[in-house]
C-alpha cells in the first residue's frame, strides 16, 4: 500500500544505521584475543595435567579422558559458586567459555540464579537453561552420524 | 611437557576461534550459540574422521574444548554402532558422554544448592 | 473548543506548576563509588540490602526512598495521596509491592528507563487537574534483578560488550505539590512517540533509543517556541557514551544544538575508570541522578531551568528473541525555580 512511505522508512533505518556502527565502539579484538588464547590454553593445560596423572594411574585414555572431564567441571562449578568464574570470564571471554569449564559455569550460574525460585522448578528446571540446547544439538548430529553408518555399512 | 605445550597451543588457538566469532558477529552469536556450535562441529568433524588427529596431537587441547565433548559423543555413537547397530546409534553416545554429563549436572545443583549467586 | 493546556503537538502546560517540595535517592555501593557520592542520600552497604533475593532488595529499595522523601517533610506515607511509581521487573513488582507496604493509593507506570519522566509528568497532571494536593513519584531500578531478568544469570562469565551499559541501582522519590512553596516547579511536559530505526542490539540501548530522544527534544523546543539554550542544561536519561554521541549528530541533523548545555545521566553517573563500558542504565539513572546532583544544583540556583528528557527502550527478552526490533521512547519534563 504505501510503498513510499515504507521506503522513506527504510532508507531513514539504513541511514541510521550507517550512523551507529560509525558511533559504536568496536570491540577490543586484539586483548580480547590474547587472554582467550592464554585463559584458553591454560585451561587445556590443567586438563592434560590432569589426564597425564590419570593415565599414570593406570587408567585406559578413554577412562582418563572422563575422569579428567569430571574433575574440570567439579573446579568450573567450585569456582562458579565462589563467584570467581565470572570475573575470569569477564576478561578471558571465549578462553573461558569453549572449554568444558565453561558449559559447567554455565550450567551452574543459571542454577545458582534461580535458587530463589525453589529447588524444583527454580534450580530443577533452569539448570538446563544452557545445556538443554547444548545436549540437543550434541545428541543429534552424533546420533545422525550413527544413523548414516547404519545405512552405509 | 611437549604434551603440555601442544594442549597450550591447541585448546588456546580454539579459544582464539571462538573470540573472533564472538567479536566479529557481535550481537548475534551469544556463549550460548558458542556452546552449541561447539558441541556441534566437534560431533560433525569428527564422524568425518577430523576430529581424532586434532585429539592424537594435542590431547587435552582438543578434549577440554567442547567440541572435544562433541567427539566424545560421535566416537561413542560410532563405536555402540558396530556392536549393536540401530540402537547403539541411539545409545552410544550419551554412554561414552555419561560421566561428564552426570557430572555437570550433579555439580550444578549442589552448587546451587551450597552458594548463592553474590552479583 | 481550544485546549488551553495542552500547547503544539505533545507538550503539556501546567496552569500552576506542581512544586517539587521534597525528594530522596538511595543508590548502590558501585553508584556511592562514582562522581556524586555526597549527593545521594544514602548508598547501600551490599546489593541485598538485608533482603534474601534481588527482587525484594529493590522493592525495599524503593519503598524506604519514598519513606524518605516523605519524611523530610515530616509527612507520614499516609499524607500521600498518590503513588505513582513504577520499575524495571515483569509486572512492575518492585513497584507494587512497595506500594503494598506504603498504603498510598498507586498507579503503576511502566516506560523501561523513561519512567522517572513518565511517573512525574502523570503525577503533575493528577494535581494540575485538581484532583490531588500531594502525589510521590517514584522509580527504582536494581543491577542484579535486571540482569537476570533482562541478560545472563549473575555468575556466568560473559564478556559485556564496549557498547552495554551498566543498569543502575538505584530509586529516586519526588514529592510533589499543588500551591505555593518555595523550590523547583515542574512547568511542562512532552510526551514522547515511540520512534524505531530497526535496532535489534539489546546490549546498545543507547543507539536505539536516541533517536527518540532527539524527536521528543525537537518537539519540545517546537511546541514551546523555546531555544534550546532556553534551558541551563539538557539532561537525557541513559542513552550512554554511544547514545549521547549518536544524539549530538541528530542534534546537528535537526538544527538543534544544544551544546555545550547538553548532558547524559548514563554518562554522568560513574567514573570513566569503574569499567561500565558506555555508562548507566535503568530507571534508577536518571532518577538517582535528578534526586542526587541536578536538584541539589537547582536549589543552589547553579541551574534555573532544567529538561529532563527520560529515554526507555522497550522491548522485552521475549520480543528480542522472535527478532523485534528496539522501540525507543523519551519523555521530557521541565524543572523551573520561581
Given at each position: 500500500m504505501n510503498t513510499s512511505a515504507d521506503q522513506i522508512k527504510k532508507i531513514e533505518a539504513q541511514e541510521y544505521e550507517d550512523l551507529v556502527s560509525q558511533t559504536k565502539p568496536k570491540p577490543t579484538l586484539l586483548k580480547n584475543c590474547i587472554w582467550a588464547f592464554v585463559i584458553g590454553g591454560l585451561i587445556c593445560t590443567l586438563g592434560q595435567v590432569i589426564l597425564n596423572y590419570f593415565i599414570g594411574q593406570g587408567l585406559t585414555k578413554l577412562d582418563a579422558g572422563s575422569a579428567t572431564s569430571v574433575v574440570l567441571i567439579f573446579l568450573a562449578a567450585l569456582f562458579t559458586g565462589l563467584g570467581w568464574y565470572d570475573v575470569l570470564g569477564k576478561h578471558a571471554g571465549a578462553g573461558s567459555i569453549v572449554p568444558i569449564t565453561g558449559f559447567a559455569n554455565a550450567i551452574v550460574a543459571s542454577a545458582m540464579e534461580f535458587k530463589r525460585e525453589g529447588y524444583v522448578f527454580g534450580v530443577g528446571a533452569r539448570i538446563f537453561t544452557v545445556a538443554g540446547p547444548t545436549l540437543v544439538f550434541g545428541f543429534a548430529v552424533s546420533i545422525l552420524i550413527g544413523l548414516i553408518k547404519v545405512v552405509f555399512s | 611437557m611437549s604434551s603440555l605445550i601442544s594442549a597450550f597451543l591447541v585448546g588456546g588457538a580454539l579459544c582464539l576461534i571462538g573470540q573472533l566469532i564472538m567479536d566479529l558477529t557481535k550481537p548475534a552469536v551469544t556463549p550460548g550459540h558458542i556452546l552449541v556450535g561447539y558441541i556441534s562441529i566437534g560431533a560433525l568433524l569428527s564422524g568425518l574422521g577430523l576430529y581424532q588427529p586434532l585429539v592424537d596431537l594435542a590431547g587435552a587441547g582438543a578434549t577440554v574444548p567442547l567440541s572435544g565433548f562433541g567427539h566424545t559423543l560421535t566416537q561413542g555413537t560410532l563405536k555402540a554402532v558396530e556392536e549393536s547397530g540401530l540402537l547403539g546409534a541411539i545409545s552410544g553416545g550419551v554412554e561414552a558422554a555419561a560421566a561428564g554429563i552426570t557430572a555437570a549436572i550433579l555439580f550444578g545443583y549442589v552448587a546451587a544448592v551450597l552458594f548463592d549467586p553474590k552479583g | 473548543m481550544v485546549n488551553q493546556k495542552k500547547q503544539g503537538l505533545q507538550t503539556i502546560i501546567f496552569e500552576e506548576p506542581p512544586v517539587l517540595t521534597a525528594w530522596a535517592t538511595i543508590v548502590g555501593p558501585k553508584e556511592g563509588e562514582g562522581p556524586w557520592r555526597s549527593d545521594f542520600d544514602w548508598i547501600m552497604e551490599d546489593y541485598e540490602f538485608g533482603e534474601s533475593s534481588w527482587e525484594k532488595a529493590e522493592s525495599k529499595l524503593l519503598r524506604e526512598t519514598v519513606k524518605l522523601a516523605v519524611s523530610k517533610k515530616n509527612?507520614?506515607?499516609?499524607?500521600?495521596?498518590l503513588l505513582v511509581s513504577g520499575d524495571l521487573l515483569n509486572q512492575i513488582t518492585s513497584s507494587s509491592f512497595a506500594a503494598r507496604e506504603l498504603q498510598i493509593p498507586f498507579l503503576g507506570m511502566y516506560g523501561a528507563c523513561s519512567t522517572m519522566a513518565e511517573a512525574l509528568l502523570t503525577a503533575a497532571m493528577a494535581i494540575d487537574g485538581g484532583y490531588f494536593e500531594r502525589v510521590v513519584a517514584a522509580v527504582s531500578s536494581h543491577h542484579y534483578s535486571a540482569e537476570r531478568q533482562f541478560?545472563?544469570?549473575?555468575e556466568q562469565g560473559v564478556q559485556r560488550s564496549m557498547s552495554s551499559q551498566w543498569t543502575v541501582t538505584g530509586a529516586g522519590a519526588v514529592v510533589l505539590e499543588k500551591g505555593i512553596y518555595g523550590g523547583p516547579r515542574l512547568t511542562c511536559a512532552t510526551i514522547g512517540k515511540i520512534i524505531d530505526l530497526g535496532q535489534k542490539d539489546a546490549n546498545d540501548l543507547g543507539s536505539a533509543m536516541a533517536p527518540a530522544a532527539a524527536d521528543t527534544i525537537k518537539t519540545h523546543l517546537s511546541d514551546t517556541n523555546r531555544p534550546s539554550d532556553y534551558y541551563d542544561l539538557i539532561v537525557t536519561g541513559d542513552l550512554g557514551k554511544v547514545g549521547s554521541a549518536l544524539l549530538k549528530q541528530l542534534f546537528i541533523k535537526n538544527g538543534v544544538v544544544p551544546e555545550p548545555n547538553y548532558s547524559d545521566c548514563g554518562v554522568l553517573m560513574f567514573n570513566d575508570n569503574q569499567d561500565v563500558h558506555a555508562g548507566g542504565s535503568g530507571c534508577g539513572c536518571s532518577a538517582s541522578m535528578l534526586c542526587g546532583p541536578l536538584l541539589k544544583k537547582m536549589v543552589q540556583g547553579k541551574i534555573e531551568r532544567l529538561l529532563l528528557v527520560a529515554t526507555g527502550a522497550l522491548m522485552s527478552p521475549t520480543t528480542s528473541f522472535q527478532g523485534e526490533s528496539i522501540p525507543g521512547i523519551a519523555h521530557a519534563v521541565a524543572l523551573e525555580n520561581p
Open positions: - | - | 509527612y507520614q506515607p499516609e499524607d500521600i495521596e541478560r545472563f544469570p549473575t
